[in-house]
C-alpha cells in the first residue's frame, strides 16, 4: 500500500498548490477542483539523507519521423529538510517532501549555488556532478542512463501520434519535418533501486537564472539548441 498521493492542480506551476494525503477518494468527489494525483513515491534515493529530482531537457525537433535530442547536462534539486515517510504529522512539510526549487529557495536551509564550477554542493546542483556522486556510491551509472534514454523515449512516443496528427493538420507542406521543435523539461526521480520514475513533463521549462550553475546550463542548452536547429544567433 502507498503511504500517500500528491496532487498537483491542472493548470499551476512552481509547486503551487501541491498537498500531500492520505485519502484520494476525500478529493475525487470535489468537482470544482481539477488536480492531477500521483502515487507518492515513498522511498526514493537520497543525497545526503534528502529527496532529491533531475530535471532533465531535451529537445523534440520533428514528428514524423520523431527525433528527440537529449541535453547531456541538467538539473538536480534538492528538499530542504531530511527526509521521512509521509505521515499525519509531517505532511504539510513540504520542504521535506517536494523537491520544486521554487518552494525550497525559501527554506532558511536552503543553500545557494554561487560558482558554476562547484556544482556538487547545496540544494541546486548539475546533473552530471550528481551522477558523479552516485558513481562513488557503487551505482551503476551506464545502466541508470540507458534507464532514463527508454524512459524519455517512451514518453514522447505516447504523444507522437497526436502531436503528428495536429501538427500535419496546420502545416501540410512540411516535408522536411524541419519546421517543428520544443524544448522539454523532464522531472525524474530516483527510487531506493535506482530506477528512474517519471514525475512530470514541463512543455514550458523555466529559464530563470537565479545562481551562475542555472546560468551556465540553460545558456548552453539554448545555444545548443539554436546550433541544432541551424540557426544563426
Not at 545526503?48 to 535530442?69: E, S
Request: charged fraction near 25%; aromatic fraction near 12%.
Amino acid at each position: 500500500a502507498h503511504s500517500a498521493f500528491i496532487f498537483k492542480p491542472g493548470a499551476d506551476c512552481e509547486g503551487r498548490g501541491i498537498f500531500l494525503a492520505k485519502n484520494i477518494n476525500k478529493y475525487l468527489k470535489k468537482e470544482q477542483q481539477n488536480y492531477v494525483a500521483q502515487r507518492y513515491l515513498d522511498k526514493p534515493y537520497l543525497i545526503d539523507g534528502l529527496k532529491f529530482d533531475f530535471r532533465i531537457y531535451i529537445l523534440v525537433y520533428g514528428l514524423d519521423p520523431l527525433r528527440i535530442y537529449i541535453f547531456k547536462e541538467g538539473l538536480t534539486r534538492l528538499a530542504t529538510e531530511q527526509y521521512e515517510k509521509p505521515t499525519k504529522k509531517n505532511m504539510k512539510n513540504l520542504f521535506q517532501h517536494l523537491t520544486n526549487y521554487a518552494i525550497n529557495k525559501n527554506n532558511e536551509n536552503f543553500q545557494f549555488n554561487d560558482d558554476a564550477d562547484n556544482d556538487d554542493v547545496g540544494h541546486k546542483r548539475s546533473f552530471t556532478g550528481v551522477l558523479k556522486q552516485l558513481k562513488s556510491e557503487g551505482v551503476d551509472i551506464d545502466q541508470l542512463m540507458n534507464r532514463v534514454v527508454d524512459l524519455i523515449i517512451k514518453t514522447v512516443i505516447m504523444v507522437q501520434p497526436n502531436l503528428a496528427h495536429l501538427y500535419r493538420s496546420c502545416q501540410p507542406d512540411d516535408y522536411e519535418n524541419q519546421m517543428v521543435f520544443e524544448i522539454l523539461g523532464l522531472d525524474v526521480m530516483l527510487d531506493y533501486k535506482c530506477r528512474p520514475w517519471l514525475i512530470e513533463v514541463n512543455h514550458s521549462p523555466s529559464f530563470t537564472t537565479d545562481t551562475p550553475l542555472d546560468y551556465k546550463i540553460k545558456k548552453n542548452l539554448i545555444m545548443d539548441t539554436i546550433s541544432l536547429l541551424n540557426l544563426s544567433v
